[in-house]
């Protein structure tokens, strides 16, 4: 899989000290004879606006902030990026009736459904992640994910559950590249895109943003954002809460041009008799995975990271880790099931440079 440029290249930081590198870097020696013209074009020119918007969509809460001139321009990219969320929540959503997910997984059982080439390539970046993470990312986990109501403080007895983890398995989802129909290979297979749809979201919204000519902004839907250039001339900040207080931070991670995605067990989840049950779901067992209580992933695409912080979180820490280590341009912080903190190699390195 092509994984995209360095986390460590674009820009690295834990802390205060930023580690700016390529692009990011200030060019010596700007000439004083052209200092004056460029004084004069700035001052011509309207100053910039930042604009910040909140609003629930996809059962999530989506943030947009950006820098543009032009007020009304500004708001309109937000209006775009609003828009993009709406549309995705009514294609992927499987709780809506309506959607081309819930058509799916009414009818692929059945006979081949044709479906969108998004769709089709979502399906086909999940499979993707499977095979990465030896199954730990597995969006039939939802054969068994369904049966859960964490609201009502549902869960499921032994038997259902048994019989829903039987239907657990990426490979009983087939694609078929030509005609972009997908078929399960038996009854009771169901797929949920909750652990990669919000990232597919933040990273169309951002590829929107950018056609727009807009270079400053961030776009967070829940737990997933990604940023692009700066907040008002200094890196953005994302934090990563404490999972157990959410009142307080663990860290505050200054970005620049990268995505971040936290998958916590704070999210959705209700606890019985000692023990947490949330919406990450070990696909082996269709029960709610417990090493770890919060995994946040940094690389340069959402929907990467969004998968990764999924999929992580159901690794745990050892075998989570030697994954991320291995894969270029992503670094990982994982807060274990007592609290600690564990950082991916990069980040001890990008910690430990003056
Ligand atoms: P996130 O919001 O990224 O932490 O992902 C959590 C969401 O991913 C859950 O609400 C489920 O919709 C979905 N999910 C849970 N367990 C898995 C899994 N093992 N593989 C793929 N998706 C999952
Ligand atoms: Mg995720």
Redesign the pocket.
Known sequence: MPWPQSFRESAAMIGDQPLKQGKHQRRPGLSVLILPCLLALVSSAAPAQWLLENRDIMGTRITVELEHRDKIVGQQAIEAVMREMQRIDADMSPYKATSELARLNAGAASKPVIVSDELFWLLKRSKDFSRLTQG????T?ASA?FLYDYRAHIKPGAKDLKQAVDAIDYHNIHLEPARHSVSFSKPGVKI?L??IA?GHAVDNSITLLQKMGITNALVTA???SRVIGQRWGRPWQIGIRDPRDKNRLVAKIPLENVAV?T??DY??FFDQDGVRYH?????KTGDSARELRSVTIIGSDATST?AL???I??MGRERGLQLINRLPGIDAILVDNKGRMHYSEGLERAAASP
Not at 136 to 139: G, H, M, N, P, W
């Open positions: 730990a990312f597995d969006i986990f994910g949920d909750g652990g919000k829940g737990g997933d995605s998958s916590g999210e959705r919406h990450i779901i070990n696909p969004d912080s999924t999929s979180f159901v």
